[in-house]
């Protein structure tokens, strides 16, 4: 089996305002902080003599080849994200930053807000707009019912709530 993977389906390049500081302060963190510690200790481990059976510089120099490449990919992203920060003039609908609050068929509710994909995992409320939620619910409007095609099963949801203010619904 040879190495070859197929390409990654692209990605949304939209963020929210919030979402791109928090990958500013993660280079920042990474290129100001965590990057001059790690080659510091990697200095002292090279003192110590044979590099080859040091397992401190080699691990080491594993960590700064994992920082140069998170730094690398952060500064690429952060150039060409999109940062949205206008509210829609139709904000009865849903779209891009929009909280929304959901019922299911067994009468939970759910609340959730539209964000990119770099930035669903910063918080459990957070769907990517590339998620088969997010897709389903883009440019739906309250009171509609949204069928969710996902690959563990069909769910249905009612739309009961939309805001673009982080309240909660």
């Given at each position: 089996m040879g190495r070859y993977r197929p390409p990654s389906p692209p990605r949304s390049?939209?963020?929210?305002?919030?979402?791109?500081?928090?990958?500013r302060t993660e280079l920042?963190?990474?290129?100001r902080t965590k990057r001059p510690a790690v080659t510091r200790s990697v200095a002292e481990a090279a003192a110590q003599g044979d590099r080859s059976e040091n397992a401190e510089y080699i691990y080491g120099k594993k960590q700064l080849s994992e920082i140069d490449r998170r730094v690398r990919y952060l500064r690429k992203r952060l150039d060409s994200l999109n940062i949205i920060d206008?509210?829609?003039?139709?904000?009865?609908?849903?779209?891009?930053?929009?909280w929304f609050q959901v019922k299911t068929k067994d009468g939970d509710y759910q609340t959730f807000r539209i964000v990119g994909p770099d930035e669903f995992d910063q918080s459990e409320e957070y769907i990517s707009m590339d998620s088969p939620l997010g897709k389903a619910v883009m440019g739906k409007s309250l009171h509609e019912e949204v069928l969710v095609v996902a690959p563990g099963g069909d769910t249905r949801y009612s739309i009961v709530g939309v805001s673009y203010r982080p309240?909660?619904?």
């Amino acid at each position: 089996m040879g190495r070859y993977r197929p390409p990654s389906p692209p990605r949304s390049n939209y963020i929210t305002p919030e979402g791109a500081e928090t990958l500013r302060t993660e280079l920042d963190f990474l290129w100001r902080t965590k990057r001059p510690a790690v080659t510091r200790s990697v200095a002292e481990a090279a003192a110590q003599g044979d590099r080859s059976e040091n397992a401190e510089y080699i691990y080491g120099k594993k960590q700064l080849s994992e920082i140069d490449r998170r730094v690398r990919y952060l500064r690429k992203r952060l150039d060409s994200l999109n940062i949205i920060d206008q509210v829609p003039n139709n904000t009865t609908k849903i779209f891009f930053g929009a909280w929304f609050q959901v019922k299911t068929k067994d009468g939970d509710y759910q609340t959730f807000r539209i964000v990119g994909p770099d930035e669903f995992d910063q918080s459990e409320e957070y769907i990517s707009m590339d998620s088969p939620l997010g897709k389903a619910v883009m440019g739906k409007s309250l009171h509609e019912e949204v069928l969710v095609v996902a690959p563990g099963g069909d769910t249905r949801y009612s739309i009961v709530g939309v805001s673009y203010r982080p309240t909660k619904l």
